[in-house]
């Protein structure tokens, strides 16, 4: 198997297995708002651990879309990521910067 091959087979692996980490992340956001007191205040964290592509753009726009329609008081984005694309990364970061919700953003501490 030529290198191409086997690194565009790990892409799509890689693309595969985000998708699931991204799906089971919105899922496990849906149990915690249904599960949440009336009228306390909602704070919606997004978490991105991996490189920046245009599904990572598309979760952090669904995510804060989701805090804008919940009145999210704000959205903390947990970030730990080696980079990625520079369209993605612009696409995010007008999204932050368009939000109606206030965003803050943590990464991980590097050992």
Do not use: N
Not at 15 to 20: R, V
Not at 86 to 102: D, K, N, Y
Request: include cysteine; glycine fraction near 6%; aromatic fraction near 2%.
């Amino acid at each position: 198997m030529g290198r191409a091959s086997h690194e565009s087979r790990h892409q799509s692996q890689s693309g595969l297995a985000l998708s699931a980490f991204l799906l089971d992340g919105q899922q496990a956001l849906c149990r915690t708002l249904e599960t949440k007191p009336p009228d306390s205040p909602v704070v919606v964290k997004l978490t991105i651990h991996d490189t920046i592509q245009p599904i990572t753009a598309d979760y952090l726009q669904r995510g804060l879309d989701a805090a804008a329609r919940l009145h999210a008081q704000a959205v903390i984005v947990s970030m730990g990521t080696p980079g990625g694309l520079l369209e993605s990364t612009r696409a995010m970061v007008q999204a932050i910067e368009s939000s109606p919700v206030l965003s803050s953003s943590t990464s991980p501490r590097w050992q």
